[in-house]
Structure formats: C-alpha cells, structure tokens
T-cell receptor, first 115, second 114 residues
Framework: DTGVSQNPRHKITKRGQNVTFRCDPISEHNRLYWYRQTLGQGPEFLTY????????KSRLLSDRFSAERPKGSFSTLEIQRTEQGDSAMYLCASSLEVAGGYEQYFGPGTRLTVT | GENVEQHPSTLSVQEGDSAVIKCTYSDSASNYFPWYKQELGKRPQLIIDIRSNVGEKKDQRIAVTLNKTAKHFSLHITETQPEDSAVYFC?????????????FGTGTQLKVEL
C-alpha cells in the first residue's frame, strides 16, 4: 500500500494520560498535515510540515499538543494530559506541492476516545 | 480566516437522478477548491478539484463549477448510483499565501435510494 498510513487506528485512553500517534506519508511527499475531525463535521486543520519544518499551527493546537517530523518523513502527534474534549478522529494528509501539485491525500485516521 | 459554508447538510435522491451540493467561501484570495468523499469509517478521498483560473471541470459523472465573483462553487453528480452514497466535503485553500491549509465545509450526507 503506497498511500498514507496511520497508527494506531484506534486508541482508548483515560483522562490525563498521554498519547502519541504516528503518520507515514506517501513516499517523497514534502508536505504533511494534521487535521482533527469530530462527528458530523469536516476536518479542522491543526498543523503542517514542509519537510522537517513545522510551518503553521492552528489556534486549536493547545500547548498540550506537539507534533514532530524529525527527518522529513514520518510524523508524530502527541497529546499530553488528555481531556474528554480531545476525543476525535485525527487525520493525517500529505501532498507534493511542487510544480502546481496541490492535492492532499488523507490517511485512515486514528480514532481517539478519552474516558 | 477562511470560512466555508456547505448546503444542504443532507440530500436524498433516487438512483439515476442528479445531485448538486453547493459551497460558498469568504476569502477572495482562495484559489484551490477540492471535493472529498468520505464513506462511513473511511478516509476522505479526493474526487475532483478546481483552480481559480478555471470555471468548470468534469470527470465522467462528476463536475465542479466555480463562480469567483460570487465566491461560490458546486459539485454536480449525474446518473447517481447507490455507491455514491457518502458524506461529501468541499474545501478551499489559498495556495500562494494562506498557510496551505484546507478549510472544509461541514459536509453533505448524500443518500442514493433504489
């Protein structure tokens, strides 16, 4: 499978615990995005990387959230001290935005449930 | 920032009929407008997109139209089939200076009935 992959697919955690999600983008895609999707809503932008540089963060990304893309390949999203309001689907997308290519391709998501 | 509104929130059509979903955007600088299809429990899949230098784009049974003056774009599905049933999201992006994020609409649940 050469598409975007995410692990784990599901995560159940207790309030106050830390969780980490991983995203593997399509090979050679230079941009990687994180979105959050709650039931009945469209994805909401959290942050994006161009290669290893984190270039933009949404106001939705509180200081409990941190994302990395250390070698410009896979990325991790960590949520510290989880709250029930963090329960959502966390989607990763990647794109190769050179020469006019804007298409973002999404992974299957990690569904987080905070109890 | 950009705001995208999408209507209707639900749409039910008979198999073989056409379906139209409409979106409006607020930022006149937005210049890229993709549409995604999301089946229950699956990832959003890009089905068609349009850039601001084009007024219409068609791919088999799917077409998208863009009216930059009105800041309005629409998805048209002809000869609908049961497998078209899904949630459809429109989105907008300012490619050259808007931070590169997609701003999504709230989605349209399309149901194609036999």
């Amino acid at each position: 499978d050469t598409g975007v992959s995410q692990n784990p697919r599901h995560k159940i955690t207790k309030r106050g615990q830390n969780v980490t999600f991983r995203c593997d983008p399509i090979s050679e895609h230079n941009r990687l995005y994180w979105y959050r999707q709650t039931l009945g809503q469209g994805p909401e932008f959290l942050t994006y990387f161009q290669n290893e540089a984190q270039l933009e963060k949404s106001r939705l990304l509180s200081d409990r959230f941190s994302a990395e893309r250390p070698k410009g390949s896979f990325s991790t999203l960590e949520i510290q001290r989880t709250e029930q309001g963090d329960s959502a689907m966390y989607l990763c997308a990647s794109s190769l935005e050179v020469a006019g290519g804007y298409e973002q391709y999404f992974g299957p998501g990690t569904r987080l449930t905070v109890t | 920032g950009e705001n995208v509104e999408q209507h209707p929130s639900t749409l039910s059509v008979q198999e073989g009929d056409s379906a139209v979903i409409k979106c409006t955007y607020s930022d006149s600088a937005s210049n890229y407008f993709p549409w995604y299809k999301q089946e229950l429990g699956k990832r959003p899949q890009l089905i068609i997109d349009i850039r601001s230098n084009v007024g219409e784009k068609k791919d088999q049974r799917i077409a998208v139209t863009l009216n930059k003056t009105a800041k309005h774009f629409s998805l048209h599905i002809t000869e609908t089939q049961p497998e078209d049933s899904a949630v459809y999201f429109c989105a907008a992006k300012w490619v050259t200076g808007g931070g590169n994020k997609l701003t999504f609409g709230t989605g349209t649940q399309l149901k194609v009935e036999l």
